[in-house]
C-alpha cells in the first residue's frame, strides 16, 4: 500500500464518518505503532526499545535501551506526516519472520491489520 493511497483511505474514512481529520491520523497512527510494538518479539528488549515517532521527519535513533517506553503523539502532529520507524540493523530481519515470537512479522501484520479494519468501516 504506498503512502498516497493510505491517505486518501484517511480522508475517505474521515469524511464519511465526518470527523476531524486531524484527530483521526493522530488515532490510527498510535493504534498502529501500539500493535507494531505489541508485535515484536522480545529476547533482550532492545528491538521493541527502539520503535521511533517522528513527526514531519524520521526519526533515525538509536538506543541501547532494553526498556520500552511508549510515545504519545501530542494534538496537532495528525496534520503532518507521522513515520513509524525503527533503525536497528537487524530489525529488518525480525520483520521477515526470523523469530518464532513474530514469524510474520510486525509491520506487515499490523499495516494489514489496518487496512481491513479501514475497509470494513468505509464500506
Known sequence: MSVASFQLDLKKFAKQLDLD????TRKIAFDLYTDIT???PVDTGRAKANWNIGFRNINTQ???NTVFTPVDIPKGA???AIYITN???YIGVL???SSKQAPSGM???SMNN???RLSSVIR
Open 107 to 109: 509491520v506487515k501484520v
Open 78 to 80: 495528525g496534520k503532518h
Open 87 to 89: 533503525h536497528l540493523p
Open 62 to 64: 538509536i538506543t541501547d
Open 21 to 24: 481529520l486531524e484527530l483521526v
Open 38 to 40: 505489541q508485535m515484536t
Open 114 to 116: 489496518l487496512k481491513s
Open 95 to 97: 520483520e521477515n519472520g
